[in-house]
């Protein structure tokens, strides 16, 4: 549980990846289930609770690579908030404008940039100031199952 909703801590790439694509499926799910009721309210809480855990997943991730979990508020909120300027801007005219464009040429640029650092970038080696290493403590893990299986093969 501290996985999705602690914001302390690191996680490994393939972790990200393996948590976003959960949450995703999972929010899929749920709102589809939430529409077929008609349901806004079910609806909104879904989507609250899929950017709380997405935000504490990809604020560790950051952390992974010695980044503060601050950033993530330009890697996913930012972008929000563009596009739903877009869209109000939009409301009222037929054409995009230039504010429009731009609004939506650094929304997405964000997106772009904390899709690189959180999901390609190799974290830091060793510990760092958020965290051990995971990628070393899972190595730990399988060695010491790797040690304890040979140990009970030789009884």
């Known amino acids: 549980m ?25 929010t899929i799910g749920a709102l589809y289930a939430a529409r077929l009721y008609g349901n806004l309210s079910l609806i909104l809480t879904i989507l609250a609770a899929a950017l709380y855990m997405s935000l504490a ?36 005219r037929t054409m995009l404008d230039g504010t429009s464009v731009a609004l939506g040429f650094f929304g997405l640029l964000s997106l772009v940039i904390g899709l690189l650092l959180m999901g390609f970038r190799m974290g830091t080696r060793g510990p760092n100031q958020f965290g ?18 040979k140990m009970a093969t030789r009884r």
């Open 132 to 149: 051990k290493d995971p990628l070393q403590e899972r190595q730990a893990r399988v060695e010491e199952k790797r040690r304890r299986k």
């Open 57 to 92: 997943v990809g604020a560790k991730r950051l952390h992974d690579s010695n980044i503060t979990g601050w950033w993530i508020v330009l890697f996913y909120v930012l972008p929000v908030i563009f596009f739903m300027a877009i869209l109000a801007i939009q409301e009222d």
């Open 2 to 26: 501290g996985l999705l909703f602690s914001f302390t801590g690191r996680v490994s790439r393939d972790v990200y990846w393996q948590t976003t694509l959960a949450i995703v499926i999972a």
